[in-house]
C-alpha cells in the first residue's frame, strides 16, 4: 500500500521559474512532512519540513504548503535555477514504525534549464 | 552539525563474498539508525531499522540471514551483506535520527554503492 503518492515524475522549469512538487497522502496520524533532495550519486539531503498545525513554511526559495483536508503538501522552488536540477522525494513517517523510519514519496526529477 | 558518514563509498565484489558497511553518527548520537536500498532513478525502500543494543527490525521480504544489522554503539550500525549476489548490486543508505520524540530531523548518508559481479 502506498502511503505517499507525489507527482510530477519529471519535471522540466526554465531559470527564475517555479517549480512546483505535490504529494498526497493518506494517514491522517502523519504528523511529520519532511521534503529530502538528492543528487545523483548522493545520499538524501533534508531541505525541509512541515508540521500539520502550520500551513506553509517557508526557508528561502523553498516554501512546503500544506493542506490537511485534502491531505496534500506541495514543495515550491521560486526562482529555480540550474543547481536546483535534482531529485526531490517528500516523505513521511512510516505506520506502524514505533521508531520513526521514513516512507518516501516515487521522487521527482526536475531539471531547470539556463 | 548532524553528520552521518558511510564507508565505503563504493565496493566492487565477487559473487559470494560478504560486504560490510558501516554508517557513522559524525557528532551526535543515534539509539536508532536505518538502512534503505534504493534501485536506479527509484525511490528509497526501507529495509530494516538499526535499534542499539537490541536486534535489528527488518521490512517485509527483506532476508535477515542475508542482509546483517549490528548496532555496535550509539554511533555506528553496520549492514553486512552476505554470500553476495549480482541481484544485491545497488546504492544503500542509512540514516540517523538526530534525536528520539515525533518529529526529529532524519539525516542521510552519502550512500554505498555495492556492484557484485
Known amino acids: 500500500q502506498q502511503q505517499v503518492k507525489q507527482s510530477p515524475q519529471s519535471l522540466i522549469v526554465q531559470k527564475g521559474g517555479i517549480s512546483i512538487i505535490n504529494c498526497a497522502y493518506e494517514n491522517t496520524a502523519f504528523d511529520y512532512f519532511p521534503w529530502y533532495q538528492q543528487f545523483p550519486g548522493k545520499g538524501p539531503a533534508l531541505l525541509i519540513a512541515?508540521?500539520?498545525?502550520?500551513s506553509e513554511k517557508k526557508e528561502g526559495r523553498f516554501t512546503i504548503s500544506f493542506n490537511k483536508s485534502a491531505k496534500q503538501f506541495s514543495l515550491h522552488i521560486m526562482d529555480s535555477q540550474p543547481g536546483d536540477s535534482a531529485t526531490y522525494f517528500c516523505?513521511?513517517?512510516?505506520?506502524?514504525?514505533?521508531?520513526?523510519?521514513?516512507?518516501f514519496g516515487s521522487g521527482t526529477r526536475l531539471q531547470v534549464q539556463p | 552539525g548532524a553528520v552521518v558518514s558511510q564507508h565505503p563509498s563504493r565496493v566492487i565484489c565477487k559473487s559470494g563474498t560478504s560486504v560490510k558497511i558501516e554508517c557513522r553518527s559524525l557528532d551526535f548520537q543515534a539509539t536508532t539508525m536505518f538502512w534503505y536500498r534504493q534501485f536506479p532513478k527509484k525511490s528509497l525502500m526501507l529495509m530494516a531499522t538499526?535499534?542499539?543494543?537490541?536486534?535489528?527490525?527488518?521490512e517485509q521480504g527483506v532476508e535477515k540471514d542475508k542482509f546483517l544489522i549490528n548496532h555496535a554503539s550509539l554511533t555506528l550500525s553496520t549492514l553486512t551483506v552476505t554470500s553476495a549476489h549480482p541481484e544485491d548490486s545497488s546504492f544503500y543508505i542509512c540514516s540517523a535520527r538526530l534525536r528520539e520524540g515525533l518529529q526529529s530531523e532524519q539525516f542521510f548518508g552519502p550512500g554505498t554503492r555495492l556492484t557484485v559481479l
Open positions: 516523505a513521511a513517517p512510516t505506520r506502524g514504525t514505533g521508531r520513526r523510519a521514513l516512507t
Open positions: 512541515i508540521r500539520p498545525d502550520v
Open positions: 538499526s535499534n542499539e543494543g537490541s536486534k535489528a527490525t527488518y
